[in-house]
């Protein structure tokens, strides 16, 4: 009879033990999620932002249309990006087609001491750290996740309920690094 | 010493040493009411035992930490004029821009952000809890900081919000002045006329109530001075340690680095933020020498740590975390 209840006790703790190892792998999954949603919000600022910025600055800067056109195109690109790894690489581009435009207007006095121009410089430079932030955010979060799904025991738990890691943002960080020295040699 | 820990064991090291520092605040509350049961009150002997002093000492001190909980950061805030930040204004719409990029980056929530009109560099967070903080910031401060360094500031007060420091701060500073205040008593009544009282209740005992009494009279007078040590050491600890997750959030030491040394060259006293709020604020606020120089009596007396110190432990996790920031 001792026996008997012993083995119910065990048993009764092992189910306690794999639902909260459940319930927090769940937490941790809506954590990431959000964590994914964040950086979506940010992106899309972006997006909405860009358009005022290139008309604003158009009429003074008739001879960089190449460099608006490529900031828009890349814009484009960044707005129909499919998954992660692909938005990401679209992002970064657009990343250095507007650091390059902000240098490009440095040139332009007129621009430099517009008003409204600095307030989209100062809502895109803001708006893109958030998007780094975010970014960051979401890997410590994601690598919290992938780290649950992998540790012994809970990785039992894991496989068992088909939980998938999370993907990880690459931060480029060399590449984004390479584009204002590209544009020092610009300005000379 | 501090520089060569990373960041988690320096958190696992400061919830220790803060329970510690508790432990022993509410020990000293405790050894002085004892002294009032046994010396005064005779309510503690070998036959009969209601600790009635010691209960109320410590109780005393819990009670004044509870009601510097409820009202102290409201008080703070009003009391150093701060106004909320104003997003049509260009200067306070982009530090509203930089809390909310820390708030991101931290995964908390944003806190009320607000500007006190004093032209000396400084900022300070209040709040208990995470969910109703704010983060102050003088105009001085954004006058003379790029934004890379403001953010750098803001990351260092989000992370003494993050850490819960506020809240632990609050609790220390209100152990101390309790302990304090207990002591005064003590020592006072031990001059004026306590004097009749003692004779009679320890008189009868042996030579053990004179070690007691000699015990006793150590501790009221250690008491104000080592409790002033340690809260000294907790909030000079707290701020390395924002220092570090601050740096954590920005992946960039040296803003912060060089917004302190900005802060330092112009290290005269914020007239606007009161003495007990010096605590809260990334630099001294009371322009006190002892912050800004180094050596034994910085070590001990200061709530800051040399701010030298702190640049130098910032440059180190630069070098640590390596690539890019180092090239910044």
């Given at each position: 009879m001792v026996f008997f209840y012993v083995i119910l006790g065990a048993v009764i703790l092992f189910i306690f033990w794999v639902v909260s190892k459940y319930n927090s792998l769940i937490t941790l999954r809506n954590q990431v999620l959000n964590g994914w949603k964040q950086i979506d919000v940010q992106l899309k600022r972006r997006h909405d932002l860009i358009p005022n910025l290139v008309n604003t600055v158009r009429g003074q800067m008739q001879f960089e249309q190449e460099t608006l056109t490529k900031v828009i195109e890349a814009r484009n690109a960044a707005v129909s990006a499919k998954g992660i790894a692909d938005s990401a690489a679209k992002e970064d581009v657009l990343s250095s087609a507007l650091s390059k435009l902000f240098a490009l207007v440095e040139n332009y006095p007129t621009l430099r001491s517009n008003e409204n121009v600095k307030q989209l410089q100062e809502e895109l430079t803001s708006t893109e750290n958030k998007i780094s932030f975010a970014r960051q955010f979401y890997n410590d979060i994601a690598t919290k996740f992938n780290i649950a799904q992998q540790v012994f025991p809970s990785n039992i738990i894991a496989s068992m309920f088909n939980f998938k890691p999370a993907e990880l943002f690459e931060i480029q960080v060399a590449a984004e690094r390479e584009v204002p020295t590209v544009d020092l040699s610009l300005k000379k | 010493m501090v520089q060569a820990r990373n960041i988690y064991e320096q958190q696992a090291h400061n919830k220790r040493l803060t329970f510690v520092v508790m432990l022993a605040f509410v020990a000293f509350l405790g050894i002085i009411g004892l002294g009032f049961d046994s010396f005064y009150l005779g309510t503690v002997s070998r036959d009969f035992f209601l600790p009635v002093g010691t209960l109320t000492a410590v109780a005393f001190g819990s009670g004044s930490a509870m009601w510097s909980l409820r009202g102290g950061s409201r008080a703070v805030l009003s009391s150093s004029g701060a106004i909320p930040a104003d997003p049509a204004n260009p200067t306070h719409q982009k530090l509203l821009n930089v809390v909310e990029e820390m708030a991101i980056a931290s995964g908390l929530p944003r806190p009320s952000v607000h500007v006190v009109p004093d032209d000396d560099p400084n900022a300070f967070a209040t709040g208990n809890a995470p969910q109703k903080c704010a983060i102050s910031v003088t105009q001085g401060l954004l006058n003379r900081l790029t934004r890379e360094e403001l953010q750098g500031v803001v990351a260092h007060e989000m992370s003494h919000i993050r850490n819960y420091d506020v809240r632990l701060m609050t609790v220390v500073a209100a152990l101390l002045g309790a302990t304090l205040l207990l002591a005064d008593w003590a020592r006072r009544s031990l001059w004026y006329g306590g004097g009749s009282k003692r004779r009679r209740s320890?008189?009868?005992?042996?030579g053990a109530g004179a070690i007691l009494l000699v015990v006793w009279l150590l501790g009221v007078i250690l008491a104000p001075i080592i409790g002033q040590l340690m809260a000294m050491a907790v909030s000079r600890k707290r701020e390395y340690l924002a220092d570090a997750s601050g740096a954590e959030l920005t992946r960039n030491p040296l803003g912060l680095a060089s917004a302190l040394r900005k802060l330092e060259s112009a290290?005269?006293?914020?007239?606007?933020?009161?003495r007990g709020a010096a605590h809260l604020c990334i630099v001294d606020p009371l322009g006190r020498n002892v912050n800004s120089k180094e050596g034994f009596a910085a070590e001990l007396f200061?709530?800051?740590?040399?701010i030298e110190k702190r640049i130098l432990a910032l440059q180190a996790m630069a070098y640590q975390y390596g690539g890019p920031t180092t090239a910044a």
């Open positions: - | 320890s008189g009868g005992s042996s290290s005269t006293p914020t007239a606007s933020i009161k200061g709530t800051h740590p040399p």
